[in-house]
């Protein structure tokens, strides 16, 4: 059984990835065939709502740093949001907080994109 | 001092498995009263070593076997993972630069830095055909 889940929703141009449960080597296939299914619809503003995740392994991070490039390059970004502590922890462990956008909540991320 | 107890779970070596190692190694260690956070982090550590074995060790073969064993004292938490494939040189390996990893589209390689970061001491050894990662957080 994988105990986890993404659910996808638009506002306006922005994508809003809503991942549930736990995010290791067995389950971050699914979040990298999502993200890779937007970029394939050139859905390039994303935001990642981590409110329901709760727990990350560096499988995990791994997919948010094989396509950071990417979508930056086409003029997006992968912003994340709403995470718990555990879950910032394992990302500012590994020095996550300085490269990538992550914002306290999903407006916040939502406004970054406007201005 | 003297480990009272040992427990032991040998799984498949996939990564269908890491959800139970984690709420193997999880159990025990509540059992023993650990702090949340110190539950989360031995998770996580567990997590990346086994998660290594599967994709390194193993190359993804799933014909074989992880032993995992758990073990306590009153001054120290261990955890031992053993397997009986390829095995990891520590000395080879070194801290990940993100900037560059991110850069060049590179993921992983941030197991062994995560496993150092949350335990207190790790040990690879080999004894013949077996590989031996011991984590220990002290209590």
């Known amino acids: 059984m994988k105990n986890f889940s993404i659910a996808i929703r638009q506002a306006d141009d922005v994508s809003i990835l809503e991942v549930s449960g736990e995010l290791d080597a067995h389950t971050a296939s699914q979040l990298e065939n999502s993200l890779k299914a937007l970029i394939d619809e050139k859905r390039h503003l ?7 995740l709760d727990y990350i ?14 979508v930056r390059g086409l003029g997006g970004d992968i912003k994340l949001s709403n995470m ?9 462990l590994l020095g996550f907080p300085t490269l990538y956008d992550i914002l306290e909540d999903e407006l916040e991320a939502l406004e970054s994109f406007k201005s | ?6 427990h032991k779970l040998t799984v498949k070596a996939s ?12 159990e025990h260690a509540q059992n ?14 567990v997590d990346e070593a086994y998660t290594n074995i599967v994709k390194h060790a193993y190359k993804y073969a799933n014909q074989h076997h992880v032993d995992i064993e758990i073990g306590f004292s009153n001054s120290e938490l261990w955890i031992s993972l053993l397997d009986e494939g390829e095995s990891f040189d520590p000395n080879t390996y070194s801290e990940p630069d993100l900037v560059k990893r991110i850069k060049e589209k590179k993921r992983g390689g941030m197991g062994v830095y995560l496993i150092r970061k949350l335990m207190d001491s790790v040990h690879y050894s080999r004894k013949g055909h077996m590989n031996e990662i011991r984590m220990v957080k002290h209590l």
């Open chain 1, 46 to 52: 994303i935001i990642v709502n981590c409110a329901k």
């Open chain 1, 57 to 70: 392994a560096s499988a995990g991070l791994g997919v948010f740093m094989a396509y950071i490039e990417d």
């Open chain 1, 84 to 92: 718990n502590e555990r879950v910032y922890n394992v990302f500012d």
């Open chain 2, 1 to 6: 001092m003297a480990t009272k107890n040992i």
């Open chain 2, 15 to 26: 990564t269908s498995q890491i959800a139970r190692v984690r709420d193997f190694v999880a």
């Open chain 2, 32 to 45: 023993i009263g650990l702090s949340p956070k110190d539950i989360s982090e031995i998770k996580l550590a």
